[in-house]
T-cell receptor
Framework: AQSVAQPEDQVNVAEGNPLTVKCTYS??????LFWYVQYPNRGLQFLLK??????LVKGSYGFEAEFNKSQTSFHLKKPSALVSDSALYFC?????????????FGSGTRLQVQP | EAGVAQSPRYKIIEKRQSVAFWCNPI?????LYWYQQILGQGPKLLIQ????????DSQLPKDRFSAERLKGVDSTLKIQPAKLEDSAVYLC?????????????FGPGTRLTVL
């Protein structure tokens, strides 16, 4: 079985400050990891993914994420938050080698950036 | 490049009525997914198509839900009869090839309210 946990329902940060949205995963093999963002009344937008190689992955809109195998984490980060980053963020996983292609999502973390 | 299109964007029905949702994936994308996103939760897979064949429908409530992807392009998801617990956003996604590393692109979703 595979699962994703996003331990924080909401993260509040002031504009200009660094932000971190946490994600931990539980799989019995090697994971492929993804981050998506959802704005109100819109679908999910792809931010970045980790497949293999460099543990630090850079994505859209200045976001990056670090894959940490020992801590089974894939936290999303941005050096300087913008008010426009306020949205719902989802971490997702696919277990390598199972033939399963669908994403297993976490429950989401609402990011609120205050001006 | 045009994104994934879905219609309608919103639908309100009474319980026991039927409803259908339509999805047009990104041109050339072989794999199509339907996810159900209940308020406050991450999306969950209902069904996955590879071209016009079903790859994974293990989480589709087949007594009331059905889906088809004729000619390997557009897809329709139907619910008959609807229950109150079917109130959710129905997301369609597509990806270029069936590889598990391939990015899934999501449409804006259809918000269903069952009264």
């Amino acid at each position: 079985a595979q699962s994703v946990a996003q331990p924080e329902d909401q993260v509040n940060v002031a504009e200009g400050n660094p932000l971190t949205v946490k994600c931990t995963y539980s799989v019995s093999g090697n994971p492929y990891l993804f981050w998506y963002v959802q704005y109100p009344n819109r679908g999910l937008q792809f931010l970045l993914k980790y497949i293999t190689g460099d543990n630090l992955v850079k994505g859209s809109y200045g976001f990056e994420a670090e894959f940490n195998k020992s801590q089974t984490s894939f936290h999303l980060k941005k050096p300087s938050a913008l008010v426009s980053d306020s949205a719902l963020y989802f971490c997702a996983v696919i277990l390598k080698g199972t033939g399963r292609r669908a994403l297993t999502f976490g429950s989401g973390t609402r990011l609120q950036v205050q001006p | 490049e045009a994104g994934v299109a879905q219609s309608p964007r919103y639908k309100i029905i009474e319980k026991r009525q039927s409803v259908a949702f339509w999805c047009n994936p990104i041109s050339g994308h072989a794999t199509l997914y339907w996810y159900q996103q209940i308020l406050g939760q991450g999306p969950k897979l209902l069904i996955q198509f590879q071209n016009n064949g079903v790859v994974d429908d293990s989480q589709l409530p087949k007594d009331r839900f059905s889906a088809e992807r004729l000619k390997g392009v557009d897809s329709t998801l139907k619910i008959q009869p609807a229950k109150l617990e079917d109130s959710a956003v129905y997301l369609c996604a597509s990806s270029l090839d069936p590889g598990s590393t391939d990015t899934q692109y999501f449409g804006p979703g259809t918000r269903l309210t069952v009264l």
